[in-house]
């Protein structure tokens, strides 16, 4: 590779933090018109690297070289100079804004020293278009979904004219059409000689549409190979060790049911939405973004209202928006954005482990901290979480590791129904499988658990029965040996009738006849 082809160059980057190693001795480089997958265990030091190449970080030693000069990057204004674009996995945008002001913040264009809002506005539309997103400049960013918000981001990055475009998990919450989308943008900027470091735990992504693979493991570049590497050597490169199921799902006897959801209903939302699960169950819920899986869920939970309809948990019905019935339930929700809703990113790690039975351990007014502890450190130990210790702040944690740390207080509380929303997104393949284990474990102890993930294979892998959902209401219910990739797409894109339409229920009519 010839000096002029390469954009951006690493040597031997090294970081640390209190007591702990975050990088020892990376190297890494990116070539003009390349996409260079970066992969590696949440933990191993991928956000770390990016973050110095975005200036939130300054390494300890090692260099970076742009353009064949050495840099050095203090700051987000640094790193734009440089023509470098980082695409956090977590957003980085402001709710109470509109699209086009959060794609043009601090650079909006000016009229006669006024903002123009007509100027910005017709340019984030030209943008939004550009990824393929049919949302209004004028909505207010906290009006959007999840997917939504991640092609803002990214027509946010194109706004900059990015030579080095750094993608964090980009398709971690997209539907498949929105993925074919994006990797059309991808080709589009690499074509155009923009350099894109590409961060994904879908293996599968990789031969797609990578060039080149480096593999950091413990905070080490271990090696560096061709994008179409087979997948058991990646995953051996990236964990050390070889997996020999992917989704490794223990099916048991199945009890009562524990979880009842009856003809459960928000208007304009959901729409006779009734299913059960049991003991020992694994229910998946699939369905495209904006079905209304994460609405119901909140719902049953107690998080958000609904209009008619019961929840039961062992066969008491639970009072409508409230999350404390539900917990003296034993329902637990692990949401799908765990820095929003399922974490005090400022508290502590045994903190965060210890939310959900800081009542129980509460006597007289006061909480029972060695117990709470002692708790803490178990759960951790079992889940694996890699940590300076209890009392790191969980907002210094990877993603992976956090994720642990919200199932992890569920898991101390005894949970008897578990709902999991996208509980594997942005994690590694060596994590998931862990997670996988634990949901093994739960239903083997006589748990329910339900959980809604875009990964179709994840939802095909570790359910027990799939609840398909379209459009608000349940349009399917498949068993695990009838659920496929194409079954479930073909109930996720059709036109469930509203139950006025088809008054008479499958179960009526078998009562029927």
């Known amino acids: 590779m010839s000096d002029r082809n390469e954009l951006l160059r690493i040597e031997g980057i090294r970081k640390t933090f209190p007591g702990v190693v975050a990088l020892d001795g990376v190297d890494f480089d990116l070539r003009r018109g390349e996409v260079h ?89 030209v943008l939004l278009k550009r990824v393929g997103v049919s949302v209004s400049p004028r909505a207010l960013v906290r009006e959007l979904g999840i ?51 590409f961060i994904t735990h879908h293996l599968e992504e990789i031969a797609a549409l990578g060039d080149r693979v480096t593999v950091i493991r413990d905070g080490r570049s271990v090696g560096q190979v061709p994008a179409r590497t087979p997948e058991d050597e990646l995953v051996r490169l990236m964990v050390g060790r070889s997996i020999d199921q992917q989704y490794p799902r223990e099916r048991a006897g199945t009890g009562a049911a524990l979880l009842s959801v009856e003809g459960l209903t928000r208007d304009g939302v959901f729409d006779d939405i009734s299913f059960e699960v049991h003991a020992g169950e694994v229910v998946g ?24 309809g019961a929840v039961k948990v062992a066969g008491t019905a639970l009072r409508r928006h409230d999350v404390n019935a539900a917990l ?122 339900v959980m809604i993930s875009s990964d179709l294979p994840e939802v095909l892998g570790m359910s027990d029965r799939v609840l398909v959902m379209a459009q608000g209401r349940i349009a399917g219910e498949l068993t695990a040996e009838e659920a496929t990739q194409d079954s479930v797409m073909a109930l996720a894109v059709s036109h469930p009738p509203a139950p006025d339409d088809n008054p008479t229920s499958d179960k009526e009519a078998d009562r029927g006849r």
């Not at 973050?51 to 353009?67: C, E, H, N, Q, W």
């Not at 204004?77 to 002001?101: C, H, K, M, W």
């Not at 949401?335 to 790690?349: C, F, H």
């Open 37 to 125: 997958v970066l992969l590696g265990e949440n933990g191993a030091g991928k956000s770390t690297l990016i973050k110095m190449l975005s200036g939130a970080y300054t390494p300890d030693a090692g260099r970076i070289v742009v353009d064949g000069e050495e840099v050095r990057i203090h700051g987000a204004q640094d790193s734009e100079r440089l023509g470098i674009t980082t695409i956090y996995q977590e957003f980085n945008l402001v709710p109470d804004l509109t699209v086009a002001e959060n794609i043009f913040l601090g650079r909006q264009p000016r009229r006669f020293g006024m903002i123009d809002r007509r100027r910005m506005e017709a340019d984030a539309e």
């Open 147 to 197: 997917a939504r918000l991640q092609m803002v981001e990214i027509a946010k990055a194109l706004s900059l004219d990015a030579r080095v475009l750094i993608m964090d998990e980009p398709t971690a919450v997209l539907t498949s059409e929105e993925v074919d989308k994006l990797f059309a943008i991808v080709r589009r900027l690499r074509e155009d000689g923009v350099g894109i470091v």
């Open 285 to 308: 819920i699939a369905g495209l973004v904006g079905a209304g899986r994460t609405e119901v869920v909140r719902a049953v939970f107690g998080a958000d209202p609904y209009d008619r």
């Open 328 to 449: 003296a339930a034993g329902v637990g929700l692990v949401p799908e954005d765990r820095k929003g809703q399922g974490l005090l990113l400022d508290a502590s790690v045994e903190e965060n482990l210890g939310l959900v039975t800081l009542r129980s351990a509460t006597r007289a007014g006061l909480v029972d901290l060695k117990g709470q502890r002692a708790a803490a450190a178990r759960i951790a130990r079992q889940l694996g979480v890699r940590m300076a210790g209890l009392g790191q702040h969980v907002r210094t944690l990877s993603g992976g590791n956090q994720q642990k740390v919200v199932i992890g207080k569920w898991l101390l509380a005894d949970t008897r129904v578990l709902i999991l929303d996208e509980p594997t997104r942005g994690i590694d393949v060596g994590a998931k499988v862990e997670i996988y284990q634990l949901v093994n474990e739960l239903t083997a102890a006589g748990a329910a658990v």
